[in-house]
């Protein structure tokens, strides 16, 4: 290699790493932004709750006030909260308790997770008092930022972290992050990459304007914007079919994988519901919500199923171009579909006539 070439050699490695570099600190936040984006009153709240209850004690108005005013708690149905907190910790319900963990249903999950919190107060009181906000934040924003449009995580100011105790969970809504305290010490190092998952979908550029509730196209719409917003999102947390866990998450594990596997079934379950409106006029709002009804894990795994898809037969830039408009995710998964062949579903012609009729109506 002669020195004028080795020189440009050298010029272009700088200027890549000056490159990421500099993408980096635009997604960095500063330490002052953290600190204003970290609550953990909502757990501080809690343990006062918690003692009441213990004592077969109701709460007084000012101690849920204070609890449902804290940023976590004030995202969260007051009603659902108050009830699983009584349950799970009133002495006096200790028998109704058992019959609902008898159920085995989620609920019953929860509440025997509640319970388990009781034992837990010094672990979660040194993870909040040792969380490293900066490093987390930090790197679950770079994380979330590989299926965005570059630049997305500038356009809006950082979402509130917020830690409660409610369930095994997280979310976002509107504008904070909620995160169950014990559930992110209990995934451990994957809980960057929980919260790089809920950053996703507070930073996606979405158009969709989401139909009323009461509209005829709300549960295909809902479906549509779910099976894609989970599904990338899914990316970041899953990585890759079949996901795997610890063994006190199995029973999600095996549900969530055999409805991965099931998606080619269940989007030819969506291509005759959307076939059928032409020719049912009268019960497009009763079959979409049927089909809302059945979608596993409100539409994560199949999501995630049309996304693995679009990155094995197209690429990641084909993907990111969907993050504005829900429905192109199913014009790319279509496209994708195609080029893998036979094991792949792919939507009818008059699905997707339906799909772009929809989406001509409700993304700007």
């Known amino acids: 290699m002669t020195g004028r070439k080795m020189h440009y050699v050298l010029l272009l490695w700088a200027l890549l790493l000056t490159s990421s570099a500099t993408a980096y600190a635009r997604v960095r936040p500063t330490a002052n932004q953290i600190h204003r984006a970290i609550d953990m009153n909502g757990v501080r709240a809690f343990w006062s709750v918690m003692e009441t209850l213990q004592e077969n004690r109701e709460p007084s108005e ?85 299926y965005l449009p570059k630049g997305a995580t500038e356009r809006r100011s950082l979402p509130m972290l917020a830690f409660v105790i409610f ?37 996606e550029p979405s158009k969709l304007r989401n139909p ?27 990585r890759a079919y079949p996901i795997k866990a610890d063994a006190s ?9 055999a ?5 080619p079934k269940t989007l030819h379950r969506m291509d005759e519901v959307l076939c059928n409106q032409a020719s049912s006029p009268m019960d497009i709002e009763k079959n979409e919500e049927k089909f809302w009804e ?23 830039r084909a993907l990111i171009g969907t993050e504005m408009d829900p429905f192109e995710f199913f014009r790319v ?16 012609d008059a699905s997707m006539a339906a799909l772009q009729a929809l989406d001509l109506k409700y993304v700007k």
């Open 62 to 146: 000012e101690q849920w006030r204070t609890l449902f005013e804290t940023p976590g708690y004030a995202k969260l149905q007051q009603s659902d909260v108050q009830s699983n907190f009584r349950l799970a910790y009133m002495p006096s319900k200790a028998g109704e308790l058992q019959i609902e963990i008898k159920r085995g249903d989620y609920r019953s999950r929860v509440l025997v997770y509640l319970r388990r919190v009781q034992n837990e107060r010094d672990r979660i009181e040194s993870f909040l008092n040792s969380f490293d906000a900066q490093y987390v934040i930090g790197a679950a924003l770079q994380k979330c930022a590989v």
């Open 167 to 203: 369930e095994p969970d997280g979310h976002v809504d509107d504008d904070v992050v909620i995160f169950d305290a014990l559930y992110a010490i209990d995934r451990g190092n994957e809980f960057t990459d929980l919260l790089a998952h809920e950053f996703h979908h507070y930073y």
């Open 212 to 238: 009323e509730r009461s509209s005829e196209d709300y549960y295909m719409v809902h479906a549509v914007q779910q099976m894609q917003m989970e599904g990338i999102a899914d990316l970041i947390d899953k």
């Open 249 to 257: 998450r199995q029973w999600y594990i095996e549900q969530y994988n």
């Open 259 to 263: 409805a991965y596997l099931d998606s």
């Open 294 to 316: 059945s979608l596993k894990f409100a539409g994560h795994p199949t999501g995630f199923y049309m996304a693995n898809i679009i990155l094995k037969y197209l690429s990641r």
């Open 333 to 348: 998964y279509n496209q994708a579909a195609r080029k893998c062949g036979a094991q792949c579903y792919v939507f009818s």
